[in-house]
């Protein structure tokens, strides 16, 4: 067949031709001789690609596949004509890959010996033939033509929408590969990213090939003039609206937010890409310049003249106007954001302190230590600095005196700055560190565990009131992001999990050392202990034993406390009102926390008097004069007084109750009530009582708070009432002789049967129909070695 020549034109006067995507101008390729050829075909083919793009068929990307192929040269000769004819082709298969250059096959025989190179492709088509049913794609190139062979039409269209793609995009990469005339090379990349939106290929690397492209041109040439990047940005906006943009594009936008923070692009073209990122990552740490940009868009929102209005409004766009957010990645990846910000304020001390790369260092890769450079030293406010010529060796720090802290010895931050060296401080740290390890392997139980938080932060009593100083930049970051986390903070669906979240402190010790940013982040702590919800107000308390929770920062003598103590009273005051009225928690207080108990109850907090009539009523101080001491608080107020007075009539109630004598059995009727109970026990002594039932009573948890009076007590039947978690915790306490216990049909879960596995003497135990896991089942029979009869029907476990 000839394509060129006489004998080619009766050959293709029977084939019939597809309508076909015209090359759109490129640079370097657009004349004064062709331009009107190029206006008359390309209105009805981008009508056509229209078509395709909003209702017609969806192709994927191939980037190989098996297909026939067959390759027509031109025919010089008469013989080769004949040769030639489409009776005589031969067709052979062939494994092909589309590359980024160029056409190859896995088998480099025959046809396909060599590659053919998408730039020495004129021209490319859809065929039909009308003798015999074979779907083929024409590649035209010098020389003759390449046929490729399909099984169905949806076969040869996609690659024939592939190859066009491949070959286009192979074009746009050398052509903007070295641009001469800017002007030209904005109406190419609008014409790259029309390309893009119009293709009907459906793959991810469609849109992010362009955006790969132009990131490419932009890293290569910095020297842009800035209307220059406002017009790039503006032309690739479509490609980013459903797409997130590649790493070095990114490092533009950051750039861009950086110079011009008042740019109406930031807040046209940048706020959907960002609400983008925001709403579908799913993890920064595969890309942290997705992290950096969303970052610095907030920055530049904040630079605003509304300032904190403007993000403020963008926080709560993110949110929704409903009062449940409909998109759950949000909040981790605003919090995500918040960290990392937080983070580079300090990053500059941090790095002093442990020569550790910095974040820039290792985005940019370089993190080769002799290319660290030496410890910068920290600046630090101190309220007295050292005389001159002199060497300050503090020594290690001294137990703090019995009794709360007298605020009036408090010194304040006026006295001029002093430059610490980061080795003095890690000699602090270590120092204190190994104090407080040698205080614990000395104590009561002798085991050694980790220096906490507390331990790290008061290094000396010099060190405790060092104070760092931001830079000015830093400040504004530390402010902005701070305030984030505070409007996070007052949503109250985002609150459990911004609260799970912030458990663990992920803040750096420098932070926490800070008195701006702790008090910012006070804020957000109070709206946890203001919650009534467990899930929220638990997360004061330390993620396991042994680390520090917001709990121990913000109470009196913790490195967060601004406060006498308002704070840390409203938090022992909701985790008292939870499931945290336990001996352990208690326990906890008198060991670390009796001074400011006391001295908040000596000013008349009620919670703080309760926690002291508690700790007398559960024996939890064993020293007398602490006991003394504790009685004589309670008596200096009114409220204390009626407090101490009320405990005193229930301690002898309890000896009336516990006195020898009264039935060993007892069984309530059915619909008794926590109140039926109280008042049936209140009414003699039940010293002897070891069989009690309450099955199909109305009893609840509150009536675990009367069943811990019955000292024999080592039977219990509980079947089909509303007896929960909380007055599991408290039975486990408690009752250590309880030997039979019945939760069958009761609203108990693992949490509170978890609680069980301190019960040693239990034998009997019945969680028939309750919400009991596999897992806790085994946990439960590994702790309890006497335990002989279990029911477990009609829960997991069975």
């Known amino acids: 067949m000839d394509f060129t020549g006489s004998g080619g034109a009766n050959d293709l006067h029977n084939n019939q031709f597809y309508p076909c995507e015209e090359n759109k101008p490129l640079l370097g390729e657009m004349s004064e001789g062709n331009n009107n050829n190029t206006k008359l075909s390309a209105g009805p083919c981008k009508r056509s690609l229209h078509h395709c793009s909003s209702g017609g068929m ?44 160029s056409l190859t096959s896995a088998t480099p025989t025959g046809y396909m010996e060599t590659s053919l190179s998408y730039s020495s492709i004129e021209d490319l088509q859809l065929l039909s033939w009308d003798n015999a049913p074979k779907y083929c794609v024409q590649l035209s190139f010098p020389g003759g033509t390449v046929l490729l062979q399909a099984a169905n039409s949806y076969l040869r269209d996609q690659w024939f929408h592939s190859l066009q793609w491949k070959k286009k995009i192979y074009k746009y990469r050398k052509v903007l590969n070295n641009p001469s005339r800017w002007d030209v090379v904005l109406k190419e990349i609008r014409a790259l990213v029309d390309m893009a939106l119009t293709s009907p290929l459906q793959d991810e690397s469609i849109y992010q090939a362009p955006l790969h492209i132009i990131s490419t041109l932009l890293a290569e040439n910095s020297n842009l003039s800035t209307q220059d990047h406002e017009n790039i940005i503006v032309a690739i906006a479509p490609l980013l609206e459903n797409n997130h943009p590649p790493p070095d594009l990114c490092e533009f936008f950051c750039k861009h937010c950086r110079e011009r923070p008042r740019s109406m692009v930031v807040i046209e073209v940048f706020t959907p890409v960002v609400q983008r990122i925001l709403k579908h990552n799913m993890d920064f740490g595969k890309c942290p310049r997705l992290r950096l940009f969303t970052q610095e868009y907030i920055l530049a929102l904040n630079e605003l003249n509304a300032g904190m209005e403007v993000v403020k409004k963008f926080v709560h766009s993110m949110h929704g106007p409903t009062g449940q957010c409909p998109h759950p990645r949000v909040l981790p990846n605003l919090v995500a954001v918040c960290l990392a910000a937080i983070y580079s304020c300090y990053e ?64 304040p931050f006026s006295s001029p700055s002093c430059v610490v060296t980061s080795s003095e401080i890690l000699v602090e740290l270590e120092r204190n560190n190994n104090s407080a390890n040698a205080r614990r392997k000395g104590g009561p139980s002798g085991v050694d565990s980790e220096p906490n938080l507390i331990d790290c932060l008061l290094v000396s009593p010099a060190a405790n009131t060092l104070s760092i100083q931001l830079p000015a930049q830093a400040d504004r970051v530390l402010g902005c992001f701070a305030l984030i986390l505070k409007m996070l903070s007052d949503y109250d669906d985002w609150r459990p999990a911004l609260a799970s979240l912030l458990q663990p402190i992920p803040f750096p010790k420098e932070a926490l050392a800070h008195a701006k940013f702790t008090k910012e982040l006070k804020y957000v702590i109070q709206r946890f202990a203001e919650d009534p919800r467990q899930e929220v107000h638990s997360c004061l308390l330390s993620v396991r034993s042994g680390k520090d929770g917001w709990f121990q920062l913000y109470s009196p003598g913790g490195v967060a406390c601004d406060d006498d103590g308002e704070l840390f009273a409203s938090m022992v005051h909701i985790l008292m009102g939870s499931c945290y009225k336990t001996k352990k928690f208690l326990l906890s207080l008198a060991e670390n926390k009796l001074g400011p108990c006391m001295l908040l109850a000596l000013r008349g907090n009620q919670t703080m008097v309760e926690i002291l009539c508690l700790m007398l009523e559960y024996n939890i101080i064993e020293n007398k004069d602490t006991q003394l001491q504790i009685i004589s608080t309670l008596e200096s107020t009114q409220v204390g007084l009626r ?67 019955l000292p024999s007590l080592k039977q219990l039947n509980l079947w089909s009432t509303q007896f929960g978690d909380a007055g599991l915790r408290l039975l486990s306490e408690h009752l250590a002789c309880l030997q039979v216990l019945n939760l069958c049909e009761t609203p108990v879960t693992d949490a509170g049967l978890l609680a069980l596995s301190s019960m040693k003497s239990l034998c009997s135990l019945n969680m028939n129909s309750t919400k009991l896991t596999a897992d806790t089942y085994q946990d439960l029979k590994a702790k309890l070695p006497n335990l002989k009869d279990v029911d477990v029907r009609y829960t997991e476990a069975w």
């Open 643 to 709: 407090m101490y007075e009320q405990l005193c009539d229930r301690q002898r109630e309890l000896k009336e109750l516990q006195r020898k004598g009264g039935p060993t059995r007892l069984t309530l009727p059915s619909k008794s009530t926590d109140a039926d109970l109280a008042r049936l026990l209140s009414s003699g002594s039940f010293g002897n009582l070891e069989n009690l039932s309450l099955a199909f009573t109305n009893v609840t948890s509150a009536c675990a708070e009367q069943l811990i009076k």
């Open 348 to 411: 500059e001390f941090i790095n002093s302190r442990d020569n550790s790369p910095s974040l820039k260092e290792i985005r940019n890769g370089c993190q080769q230590q002799n290319e660290r450079k030496p410890p910068m030293p920290l600046r630090l406010l101190r309220p007295e600095p050292p005389p001159p010529n002199t060497i300050v060796n503090p020594s290690p720090p001294q137990p703090p005196p019995p009794g709360p802290p007298n605020p009036a010895t408090s010194i």
């Open 58 to 101: 969806r192709y994927k990307l191939l980037h190989e596949g098996d297909i026939q192929v067959c390759v027509v040269k031109h025919p010089r000769t008469f013989l080769s004509k004949i040769l030639t004819s489409k009776f005589l082709r031969r067709w052979e298969p062939h494994h092909l890959t589309l590359a980024d250059s």
